[in-house]
């Protein structure tokens, strides 16, 4: 959980120091501070939008499903963005990545779910230094492979997501059953009116 916290927080940072240089190329215009400024809106704006949405996803389907649905679309997305030929596909990555990144609370809700009450505080603080942790390799990240090649941190931030499901796939378990799930193992029927 709290590595994929640190590869939300250092997809968010790694676009910083090269996303400049790309629109330039991508729009051969040193006119970009409208859609730099565009760019980063819509990613937060997605992020916004897309938390509560996947946190209810997460109450009816479960936890680990849905962290690992973002983890492969965060994937794709930046595979998507290595390869954008025009600004309008990097913008439509961007969107996706914002919304991938939106797993920050299911996150949290996981780790609510395996932490007592007591524990929580110290778990929900590893959790923000995990993601302090992310913001702050995501630019270094950027800048430092940005120099080989402008698009070599999206590759390095699909690598690292590949992994993270793989080691989600065989490391991380279920923190919690989906509500359908879990209520017919009590048997409850969540068809029957009340």
């Known amino acids: 959980i709290l590595l994929a916290v640190m590869l939300d927080a250092v997809g968010i940072g790694l676009m910083f120091p090269i996303l400049p ?35 209810v996803l997460s109450d009816r ?4 499903p849905v962290l690992m649905l973002a983890m492969a679309g965060a994937a794709i997305d930046y595979l ?9 596909l990097l913008i439509f990555g961007r969107l996706i990545a914002g919304m991938t990144a ?21 778990r ?12 702050i390799i995501g630019p270094v990240l950027g800048g430092l492979l940005g120099e080989i090649w402008l698009r070599a941190p999206f590759l390095a931030a699909a690598g690292l997501n ?17 509500s359908k799930k879990r209520l017919s193992r009590e048997g409850i029927n969540p068809f029957k009116p009340f």
């Open 21 to 55: 240089d790309l629109l330039r190329e991508l729009t051969g215009s040193d006119q970009i501070s409208f859609l730099y400024g565009a760019i980063l809106a819509a990613y937060s704006a997605m992020l916004f939008l897309f938390a509560p949405m996947l946190g």
């Open 61 to 64: 389907f479960g936890r680990r």
């Open 80 to 88: 998507i963005m290595t390869f954008a030929p025009n600004v309008e």
């Open 102 to 122: 939106a797993s920050m609370a299911v996150a949290t809700a996981y780790i609510a779910d395996i932490t007592d009450e007591d524990g929580r505080a110290r």
């Open 124 to 135: 929900f603080g590893f959790l923000q230094a995990s993601f302090g942790i992310g913001f």
């Open 162 to 178: 590949i992994l993270n499901l793989v080691l989600a796939v065989f490391l991380l378990p279920a923190s919690r059953l989906g």
